[in-house]
């Protein structure tokens, strides 16, 4: 599918100053191509990736919405060659940033040098790369996200007056996303300070809701947004359905190893639970496969140990939480295997994206109970409570007005109010959404500037709260539909996305058997087609995000997604476009 590209009227146009790359399409795009022929290898481009670039060296802000393993980071190194200045990359994980920097220090002599700054480098260390920076000899800084609560990292950056700034796994800025992140709230306000240097937004899973909530959150102006399409066709679509706990737990072990006996691996299998890990791999071992689990309660050496033998050709198989996540490049994955449902479509889609990343055919399989559900409706479920919220902000406060600069440590915010490390995490992250705390790069949290009092901080902290579970809770169930659909599950998984299959895929277990083919076609004449704005009278503002032959499914603000039956909406109009 060629991508989507949306313009605004007012974008910048082209000229010399605006573009040190050239001041016409013609050469910018000649010396994209050169670069990324003679340095980086390229034969052709896969889809998005040039729309991107020539984006990129205009001077455009651009959010890049393309595929796992469809070549992001190609974006910038190549862009950030044709533009004059540095280039800013923040990136959420060490890991990811270690393996960029080898990859353009390995092609350094013709890229510039790359260097990372992050939590686990010496003051010297970091000052090194700072002050490299000012003097020109650095081409790409990759950071973390925490790094910009520092003021002297900052003030660096702005002195380095950077061309481009990369926000890597740009939906950790979106509450909509799967996997966000409250230090990516501040990037905005960075950008900003360093000048609104040319933004870059790259991520490989982005509903419409979440590309709105990415443009805002970074305040990107005119942006261009480049959609190359969500569909992996060389990833076959799979759905195993169990009846109880002891049948499903041996069913996947026999995918596996009917997986590999047959030559088809490696591969990688999730499970919902750290213990649950740990059992599916020791019972691989035990028919003799070589099998690690992977999860956040392992040590750090311990997980580096299991990715760099994974990396190696060294195991059969990783048994892992989704810990084993950003940063999981092998493209030679021939499938993964879910033990349990995700959490939704969102972290679904990112997960078996894994596989086949080399284009050659590929396997993706749900293992299916319909009571695991119960599982992650659990995990979605629960909403604190407001005095909770009112008792850590109103600590937080307190500290300040007593003169403690270096803010409240989360260590004695557990102590003193008794709470979890979990539970905690959660209402200060949701404190930080709605601007009443902000936390530093040692966890430390402090008031925001112009913050509300802690009872207002809590009530919209506790609205936001439920408001996230309401979403959630959909997300589990469109999960649901997805295992259950009896027509084409890449229909049903791109519709999640907005993205409209217009016939079977002929690559799924239901194309396989017959079913998906009986699905009637879209009716053409639906007042209600995908990203049609909408308003309900009872849930409000949405838009319809898949249509088929008797429903729709809708994705509202404010309660999540909705399937709707088209004959009761038409009876009942209860739906009407929205202008």
Known sequence: MPPRRQQSDDAPIDTPTQSPAGGSASVRTRRIREFAREVLGFAEFRPGQEAAMQSVVSGRDTLAVLPSGAGKTAIYQVAGQLLDGPVIVVSPLIALQRDQVGRLTEIEDRAGRAAQLNSTMSAGEQREVLESLAHGSLRFVFLAPEQLSKPEVVDALQEAHPALFVVDEAHCVSAWGHDFRPDYLRLGGVIEQLGHPTVLALTATAAPP?????????EMVAPEIVVAGFDRPEIRLEVDHYADAHAKHEGVLDRVLAELGDGRG?????????????????????????????????????????????MADELDVVVATTAFGMGIDKPGTRFVIHAEPADSLDSYYQEIGRAGRDGEPALAVLVYRQEDLGLRRFFAAGTPAEEELQQVAGLVAAASAAGIEEGVDVKDLREETGRAATPLARDLNLLEQVAAVVLDEDGAAHPADNAPPPGEAAAAARELAEHHERVDQSRVEMMRGYAETSGCRRQFLLGYFGEQLEGPCGNCDNCSSGIAQQQHAVDQASPFTVETPVEHSEWGPGVVMRVEDDRIVVL???VGYKTLGLAAVTANDLLRARV
């Open 266 to 310: 490696p591969g990688i299998v999730y499970s919902a639970t750290r213990k649950g890990t740990e059992v599916l791999a020791e019972e691989l071992v035990d028919r003799g496969l070589r099998a690690r689990p992977y999860h956040a309660g392992l040590s750090t050496a311990a997980r580096e140990d299991t990715q760099h033998a994974w």
């Open 210 to 218: 979440v590309r709105a909530e990415i443009v805002e959150r970074l």
């Open 556 to 558: 509202f603000d404010e």
